[in-house]
């Protein structure tokens, strides 16, 4: 297979698993362009923030530390938090995104929840390079989210007709992302206790504070299980 | 503001934000084996932290005032029962949200 035929069958077995991103990105990079449109910015912030940061929650809060008074370490702090599941994502990804090449450092680069997501739980059919399947959905992504952004920046304003519910698109897709994770395994230990600690964290924590909670409660717990749940996943594992 | 404290404070973001996602790959190079409590994590994190994202996504949803959480509720069973009968990813994706766009549009 010539180079450009790798390239053409990879970008299409790709295409596909981002339409729901096109569709959520679409409308949450438009909302968020508005946001800095509304808010006092040009259309340049938000298309060259979603380039280069292109992490949606943290770009929403990174619009409020830019109205705020100067203060550099926050911002950092606040970014660092944020964005701390990114590590997760890493840990998961470790063998994946290695061996690609260049390429890695991209996937690296990308790795938002949806490019994440996607990479993941994918079965990349055979005969189809990985390195650039992966490469095309962080690819795909990255442009819808920046041309949501910039077009909401440049027409913010203009925009009239019922978009109310469309963000729940990001729920639909997590919970069926989580289906197929639950499909592909035999033991949902893991499944159950992510779900019970977000909620008890959720519950004592509230919505703006649950998150890092929630992540040392669930790496807690995990570990706590380690020896059990390990010895369980192999024995299912070896049937 | 000035432009070159709002360069900076992205710049702290952006800074921030790609630690995150370098520092498990510079943390645990490859070549070496990675350790065994790590991979142990990373076969086993993807399934909480998709439950975790699950619940982020409805961290706002109140059951207590205005709707109840009812749109939401009954959206997600429309997502699960599509994805139960057909497993095509993008129709219960698609069937979940038009369920919500027309719940709180049109009946909340």
């Known amino acids: 297979m010539s180079r450009k035929m790798k390239l053409l069958s990879a970008m299409k077995a790709a295409f596909p698993h981002t339409i729901p991103i096109f569709a959520?990105?679409?409308?949450?990079?438009?909302?968020?362009?508005?946001?800095?449109?509304?808010?006092?910015?040009?259309?340049?912030?938000?298309?060259?923030m979603s380039l280069t940061i292109f992490?949606?929650?943290?770009?929403?809060?990174?619009?409020?530390?830019?109205?705020?008074?100067?203060?550099?370490?926050?911002?950092?702090?606040?970014?660092?938090?944020?964005?701390?599941?990114?590590?997760?994502?890493?840990?998961?990804?470790?063998?994946?995104?290695?061996g690609n090449g260049l390429k890695d450092i991209y996937l690296i680069f990308g790795m938002?929840?949806?490019?994440?997501?996607?990479?993941?739980?994918?079965?990349?059919?055979?005969?189809?390079?990985?390195?650039?399947?992966?490469?095309?959905?962080?690819?795909?992504?990255h442009f819808y989210w920046f041309f949501g952004a910039t077009l909401g920046g440049i027409f913010g304003s203009l925009i009239h007709f019922n978009t109310e519910g469309l963000d729940f698109v990001m729920t639909a897709m997590f919970v069926v992302i989580f289906m197929e994770q639950w499909m592909k395994e035999k033991n949902h230990v893991s499944a159950f206790v992510g779900i019970g600690v977000s909620l008890l964290c959720l519950i004592a924590f509230g919505a703006e504070n649950f998150i890092?909670?929630?992540?040392?409660?669930?790496?807690?717990?995990?570990?706590?299980?380690?020896?059990?749940?390990?010895?369980?996943?192999?024995?299912?594992?070896?049937? | 503001m000035t432009v070159t404290q709002q360069i900076i404070t992205i710049g702290m973001v952006i800074l921030g934000t790609m630690l995150t996602r370098?520092?498990?790959?510079?943390?645990?190079?490859?070549?070496?084996?990675?350790?065994?409590?790590?991979?142990?994590?990373?076969?086993?994190?993807?399934?909480?932290?998709?439950?975790?994202?699950?619940?982020?996504c409805l961290k706002n949803v109140s059951l207590f005032a205005g709707s109840r959480g009812i749109p939401e509720m009954l959206s997600i069973v429309v997502v699960v029962g599509l994805h139960l009968w057909k497993r095509q990813m993008l129709l219960s994706i698609a069937g979940g949200t038009i369920c919500y766009m027309l719940l709180v549009q049109l009946v909340f």
């Not at chain 1, 990105?25 to 910015?41: A, D, P, Q």
Request: glycine share 10%; hydrophobic share 50%.
């Open chain 2, 22 to 56: 370098f520092i498990p790959f510079l943390v645990f190079p490859a070549g070496k084996p990675t350790p065994e409590y790590i991979r142990y994590l990373g076969k086993v994190l993807p399934a909480a932290v998709f439950g975790l994202l699950v619940v982020y």
């Open chain 1, 55 to 98: 992490a949606g929650s943290m770009e929403f809060v990174a619009v409020n530390l830019l109205l705020g008074a100067f203060n550099p370490l926050q911002a950092f702090a606040m970014t660092l938090m944020i964005n701390a599941r990114h590590l997760f994502y890493g840990i998961s990804m470790l063998d994946k995104y290695r």
């Open chain 1, 112 to 141: 938002c929840d949806e490019s994440f997501s996607i990479n993941y739980t994918a079965d990349i059919p055979e005969g189809i390079d990985k390195g650039w399947f992966m490469f095309f959905v962080t690819l795909f992504n």
């Open chain 1, 24 to 48: 959520g990105f679409w409308f949450l990079g438009m909302t968020y362009g508005i946001y800095m449109n509304v808010s006092g910015f040009s259309f340049w912030y938000p298309m060259l």
């Open chain 1, 212 to 239: 890092i909670p929630a992540m040392v409660g669930i790496l807690g717990v995990l570990t706590l299980v380690k020896n059990p749940l390990q010895a369980e996943i192999g024995r299912v594992g070896e049937r």
